[in-house]
């Protein structure tokens, strides 16, 4: 199994300002994943960030309001940008089991409040 | 499109017993992987047990075990000698074939266990 690590694990933020979180992996691994998860809800995909490329965007999230980074096989950024109360939410990094690319490991997340 | 669907917000059960958690899904894609995963409290999401769509054997992993219904594209969680520590909410998954990873949620199932 993969060891991975988010920073911060919580954050209150203000409106209009912006939060990098940061996920590291003990292993390198080919392709990272962000979800978000709002309050009481399920997770939602935002992005698939692979090392080398521009990270895929699911429907509803964009780069601009969501920029992220893949410098190496090893760690992956995401920054929430201008946030607003709506932001509010746990944000999870994972990582797909090398060679069961359908069994994912996830990060402890990152519990952001904006206000 | 895929869908995940969890009909049942919250449920019981004492210890020691049984319960199971119900998910239905939809799917275009003809090989495909299911997951429960479990949220305790820590917010740490940690794979229960996992499902190929093409095996018909129903997965088992000790306490935890599934029923799989291909075609009428069920997916229950059957938990045996339930016990304290299964306190979490529960999600049920889905991964397409060529998704590598993207999954699709349900909205989650709340399980509380009582002594």
């Known amino acids: 199994s993969a060891v991975i690590s988010q920073k911060p694990s919580r954050d209150i933020c203000q409106r209009g300002t912006s939060l990098t979180i940061q996920c590291q992996v003990d292993?390198?691994?080919?392709?990272m994943f962000w979800y978000r998860q709002q309050p009481g809800q399920s997770l939602t995909l935002i992005a698939t960030?692979?090392?080398?490329?521009?990270?895929?965007?699911e429907s509803g999230f964009v780069i601009d309001k969501f920029p992220i980074s893949r410098p190496n096989l090893t760690f992956s950024t995401l920054t929430v940008s201008n946030m607003s109360p709506e932001d509010s939410s746990i944000y999870l990094c994972?990582?797909?089991?090398?060679?069961?690319?359908?069994?994912?490991?996830f990060g402890p997340g990152t519990r952001l409040t904006v206000l | 499109a895929q869908t995940v669907t969890q009909s049942q917000p919250e449920m019981s059960v004492q210890e020691a017993e049984t319960v199971t958690l119900s998910c239905t899904y939809d799917?275009?894609?003809?090989?495909?992987?299911l997951f429960w995963y479990k949220q305790p409290p820590s917010r740490q999401m940690i794979l229960v047990i996992r499902?190929?769509?093409?095996?018909?054997q129903n997965a088992t992993e000790n306490r935890f075990s599934v029923n799989f219904q291909k075609a009428a594209k069920s997916f229950s969680l059957k938990i045996s000698d339930s016990q304290l520590g299964d306190t979490a909410m529960y999600f049920c998954?889905?991964?397409?074939?060529?998704?590598?990873?993207?999954?699709?949620f349900g909205q989650g199932t709340i399980l509380t266990v009582h002594p």
């Open positions: 994972s990582v797909n089991r090398e060679f069961y690319y359908n069994e994912q490991f």
């Open positions: 292993s390198q691994v080919t392709m």
């Open positions: 960030a692979n090392q080398g490329s521009e990270a895929t965007y």
């Open positions: 799917t275009s894609e003809n090989n495909y992987y």
């Open positions: 499902q190929e769509a093409y095996k018909q």
């Open positions: 998954a889905h991964a397409g074939g060529t998704s590598y990873g993207k999954l699709t």
